[in-house]
C-alpha cells in the first residue's frame, strides 16, 4: 500500500494559480503511476491527469489540457499539479492516486489502488 497526502489548496480568483502536491510514503516511488481526479459539489468524481512511473507517459483531460501540468519528484517522493488559468468549473476536492499496474497509464478510476483524503480547491468568478 501507498499513503497519500495532498496539500496545496486554496481559493483563488478566476485566472489564478495554484500548485497541489502529493507526498506518497510507504512503497517505492518509482513503482507505480500518479493520477490526480476531482469530485465537484453534486457530481461524479472524474479524471483530471496521470503521469507514469517513469515520467515519460502524460495523460490530459481534455478540460485541463494546455492549462494544467503534472510532474514527479523522486527524490522527495511527491506528484505535483500545476493549475494555470483556473476557472469556476475546475472547483472541486482533488485527490491524488497510485496505479499499481505499470505501466501503462490508465485514466478510469476504478483502477487506483491508494487514495489521498483530498485538498479543496475552490476558484471564485
Known amino acids: 500500500q501507498v499513503h497519500l497526502v495532498e496539500s496545496g489548496g486554496g481559493l483563488v480568483q478566476a485566472g489564478g494559480s495554484l500548485r497541489l502536491s502529493c507526498a506518497a510514503s510507504g512503497r517505492t516511488f518509482s513503482s507505480y503511476n500518479m493520477g490526480w481526479f476531482r469530485q465537484a459539489p453534486g457530481k461524479e468524481r472524474e479524471f483530471v491527469t496521470v503521469i507514469s512511473w517513469s515520467g515519460r507517459s502524460i495523460l490530459y483531460a481534455d478540460s485541463v489540457k494546455g492549462r494544467f501540468t503534472i510532474s514527479r519528484d523522486s527524490a522527495k517522493n511527491t506528484v505535483y499539479l500545476q493549475m494555470n488559468n483556473l476557472k469556476p468549473e475546475d472547483t472541486a476536492v482533488y485527490y491524488c492516486?497510485?496505479?499499481?499496474?505499470?505501466?501503462?497509464?490508465?485514466?478510469?478510476?476504478?483502477?487506483?489502488?491508494?487514495w489521498g483524503q483530498g485538498t479543496q480547491v475552490t476558484v471564485s468568478s
Open positions: 492516486a497510485a496505479d499499481f499496474s505499470v505501466p501503462e497509464i490508465r485514466p478510469t478510476q476504478e483502477n487506483y489502488d491508494s
